[in-house]
């Protein structure tokens, strides 16, 4: 028997259930990868997730043809692809991991149906989270809103577990047709992609090597510097999550490992930063209970705040790290080198524009999910609607981050503006993250004036505020 291991963004070897079951059936397997972004409409990848998800793509065939399987590249109609599929290698089956977008959702279940009619039956499983979405509920059935009782709840239910091993040797069945991974087109026409190259190594062994890093040593301090940006302080996994190089039960099992060798104070450690993989799962539970999240805000008293959107120059601005406020500007250029952005900082930049640039979150949500790495749409979504105020269990709209003071707590030293912002490289220590203090050293420096000044701009977000709930 023939079977059609459909991958998508579970794209690694060990511990993916997908492919184990297909091998317990002792089938000779076809493995596949459909490129078919407007599938994803209105969220096709984004340019900085398209060149991770070519190096991915390129790290996996490797991995497969290392034990005797040929990636199958195809491109087009998922439906009709795998439709192809299965009437060229005869397969009765379809193996795939879930995806919980609502577009990929929808099409999924399409998949499915056209499937059925051919007569292929298709099998889906969870790699990607600890629980499906819809398995954690109120004790009303209902979805949850707030974080802390919805991680009650799932946390109560974890239980490490080593996944499967990566196969050695796999069955396959040999066909003609294959697409040149370069004819997917994901690497950019303009090679503005040297930084992501320098910061990155997409793929699974990636993945590993990522976790080993942050095990070996940040684990034990992330609670008490997670929040400092110029410290490697965070495990820098989420890329890899996303696109299911690792699993967040893989990342669980190791830190369960790592605290029967080491004690349960390691354990207790690990906590704070396994509760950081809750925020990801709610993100999802969200998601998938409130689909119109992605283009609506959460709460509705929310459409009508009068933002100011009009204002391109000004939202230009903050993209290119030119909003003449230190922090925010290190952020966005952290970002655009790099394709990754720590969460302090993603959260003041995204109050930045939301409250004192008063632009709607959508806005910072697009240019996100263009230049991340990590774009993902349940947390980035999430992300954006706790910051704006707008979201389930979000920060109050009245509490408006001061990017100066921010800056001058979480990076006290001003290391991590003078790294992604050189022109304030001279800036003396005290007025790094205001730099507007010493007019004569900031016109020397080609660095913009802040583009609103802060406490006047904090002032227009609040009346703005009570206009709306008025
Ligand atoms: P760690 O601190 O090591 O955390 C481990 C993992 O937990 C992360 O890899 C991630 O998968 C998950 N996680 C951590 N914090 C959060 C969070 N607040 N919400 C959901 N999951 C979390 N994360 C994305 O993966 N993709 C996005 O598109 C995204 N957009 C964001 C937009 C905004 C405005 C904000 C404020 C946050 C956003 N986040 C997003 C969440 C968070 O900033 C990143 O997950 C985190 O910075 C990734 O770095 P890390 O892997 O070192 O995290």
């Known amino acids: 028997n023939t079977a059609i291991v ?55 065939r490797l991995a497969l043809r290392e034990r005797g399987v040929e990636l199958q590249l195809r491109c087009g109609d998922s439906a009709e692809q795998l439709a192809a599929l299965v009437r060229q290698c005869g397969a009765d089956a379809v193996y795939f991991n879930r995806l919980y977008e609502p577009a990929i959702a929808a099409r999924d279940r399409r998949v499915a149906r056209e499937l059925k009619a051919l007569g292929c039956a298709l099998h889906g499983f969870n790699a990607s989270l600890f629980a499906d979405p819809w398995e954690v509920e ?43 991974l370069d004819d997917l087109k994901l690497l950019p026409a303009i090679r503005w992609d040297t930084g992501l190259h320098e910061a990155w190594l997409p793929g699974e062994a990636g993945a590993h090597e990522a976790l080993a890093d942050f095990c070996d ?34 990342i669980f099992w190791r ?24 925020w990801r799962e709610f993100s999802h539970h969200l998601m998938h209970h409130f689909p ?24 230009q601005a903050w993209q290119q790290g030119r909003s003449g406020i230190p922090i925010v500007d290190a952020g966005m250029r952290e970002l655009w080198h790099t394709g990754w952005m720590h969460n ?45 105020g707008t979201g389930a269990d979000a920060a109050p709209y009245f509490r408006i981050f001061n990017p100066v ?32 203090k010493q007019p004569a050293l900031l016109s020397q420096s080609g660095y913009p004036a802040p583009l609103v000044d802060l406490a006047e701009s904090r002032e227009a977000a609040l009346a703005a505020y009570q206009q709306m709930k008025a």
């Open 405 to 436: 003071s921010q800056g001058e707590r979480f990076d006290a030293d001003g290391s991590y503006v003078r790294r992604w912002v050189p022109e304030l490289a001279r800036q003396p220590f005290k007025s790094i993250h205001a730099p507007w």
């Open 344 to 388: 302090r900082v993603r959260m003041v930049v995204a109050s930045f524009l939301c409250k004192n640039l008063r632009q709607h979150w959508r806005h910072g949500a697009r240019w996100f999910w263009d230049t991340l790495v990590d774009a993902d749409l349940a947390n980035n979504t999430q992300g954006w609607q706790w910051t704006a």
């Open 6 to 60: 459909w991958f998508r963004r579970d794209l690694r070897l060990e511990d993916n259930p997908a492919l184990a079951a297909a091998l317990r059936q002792q089938a000779a397997i076809v493995a596949v990868y459909i490129h078919a972004p407007d599938e994803e409409a209105p969220w096709q990848p984004g340019a900085a997730s398209c060149w991770w998800l070519h190096h991915s793509l390129q790290a996996l």
């Open 217 to 250: 040593a940040a684990v034990r301090d992330y609670a008490a510097k997670r929040d400092y940006p110029a410290q490697a302080a965070t495990s820098r996994l989420s890329p890899y999550l996303h696109f299911g190089e690792i699993s967040p039960q893989q």
């Open 255 to 278: 830190l369960e490992e790592l605290a029967q060798q080491r004690g349960q104070a390691f354990r207790e450690m690990a906590e704070p930063f396994v509760r950081e993989l809750g």
């Open 138 to 180: 109120t004790g009303q059935g209902t979805p949850y809103r707030v974080f802390t009782p919805y991680w009650r709840n799932l946390r109560a239910r974890l239980k490490p577990r080593p996944g499967s091993a990566a196969p050695r040797r796999i069955a396959a069945v040999a066909l003609d047709g294959n697409a040149a």
């Open 292 to 315: 119109q999240t992605p283009k609506k805000n959460l709460n509705p008293q929310f459409d009508k705040f009068p933002w100011r959107d009009t204002d391109r120059a000004q939202l």
